[in-house]
Structure formats: C-alpha cells, structure tokens
Nanobody, 122 residues
Framework: VQLQASGGGSVQAGDSLSLSCTDSRRTFSNNGVGWFRQAPGKEREFVASISWKSARDYGDSVKGRFTISRDVAKNTVFLQMSSLKPEDTAVYYC?????????????????WGQGTLVTVSS
C-alpha cells in the first residue's frame, strides 16, 4: 500500500481531529497531495490540497476550520480539523496528484489511500 491514511475516529461536534497520510514511495515531495471525503450516499468531495511548494486550497465547506500541511522529511501530509460538525462525517481519503500542484479535480489524482472514517455526533 503506497498511501496510508490514519487518525480517524468518533468525536463530538466542536471537537478537533488530526488526520495523517503517509507515502511509502516518497512521492509527496514532488507532487501535490489532496484530501477528499465521501459521506454515505454522496459523491466524493474535495476537502483540501497542498502543492509541492505548500500552496494550499480548501473546499468552501471546510475553509477556516481545516488546515492542510506537509512534513517532507516524514513523507506525511496532515489534515488538522477543528470545529467539527456532524456534516463532516465521512470517509476521508488522501491522494497524490499527477502534477506538483494541488487540484480540486478527482481525476487529477493518481494514487489513493484506503480512507479513514471520521464520525461527528451532535
């Protein structure tokens, strides 16, 4: 498995949670990385992305609450989530972009992790 996402769990509304995505093939330093999520019965949704030079982009529903960052030395990308809401409940996936840049387009990502479940209760 190339990408390993972890850190999911069950929390209360208003809590914080941090997700990690580790790349065993060390492609993070040269490629953009994105986080997406998929709630039951819904399409996969863009959450955040970070380019190889750490330019960041966020989906409108998480802007101001989530922060994406990367640790190149550890081949890891993080998603710090705060002020969580029940509507944030989903399986969260990380993915490596085909280019050095981040993107909101699912089709621009080539490798996907297995996902980690985040459940936010009210």
């Amino acid at each position: 498995v190339q990408l390993q996402a972890s850190g999911g769990g069950s929390v209360q509304a208003g809590d914080s949670l941090s997700l990690s995505c580790t790349d065993s093939r060390r492609t993070f330093s040269n490629n953009g990385v994105g986080w997406f999520r998929q709630a039951p019965g819904k399409e996969r949704e863009f959450v955040a992305s970070i380019s190889w030079k750490s330019a960041r982009d966020y989906g409108d529903s998480v802007k101001g609450r989530f922060t994406i960052s990367r640790d190149v030395a550890k081949n890891t990308v993080f998603l710090q989530m705060s002020s969580l809401k029940p509507e944030d409940t989903a399986v969260y996936y990380c993915a490596v972009n085909r280019s050095p840049y981040g993107s909101r387009s699912i089709n621009s990502y080539k490798n996907w992790g297995q996902g980690t479940l985040v459940t936010v209760s009210s």
